[in-house]
């Protein structure tokens, strides 16, 4: 089992950076797949992006160039720096992991997740 645990959400402002933090315990990620997703009020979740095992990241179209996920696997972390904020931005942030090698958007794909941090970007 992994434990995961989202911080870092809070309210900026359009245009701002904001870098979220997700905590595993109980396994290391270092074999996992480790993503981000968001959900909007009456919207989906959807995919944000994510770090496979290797180090390599793949990422949604409407955050390329703006959002970057990255590992620390001795601090057992994902973080998700976010510039250049968008009031579409405005979401729950999950972190997820995945046992399988090169997941992709798809919230099957993954076994384990967080509760959630809110981000709040006001125009």
């Known amino acids: 089992q992994v434990q995961l645990v989202e911080s870092g959400g809070g309210l900026v402002q359009a245009g701002g950076s904001r870098r979220l933090s997700c905590a595993a315990s109980g396994r290391t990620i270092s074999s996992y797949a480790m993503g981000w997703f968001r959900q909007a009020p009456g919207k989906e979740r959807e995919f944000v992006a994510a770090?496979?095992?290797?180090?390599?990241?793949y990422s949604a179209d409407s955050v390329k160039g703006r959002f970057t996920i990255s590992r620390d696997n001795a601090k057992n972390t994902v973080y998700l720096q976010m510039n250049s904020l968008k009031p579409e931005d405005t979401a729950v942030y999950y972190c997820a992991a995945s046992k399988r090698s090169r997941p992709r958007g798809r919230s099957n794909e993954y076994d384990y997740w967080g509760q959630g941090t809110q981000v709040t970007v006001s125009s």
């Open positions: 770090t496979w095992s290797g180090g390599s990241t």
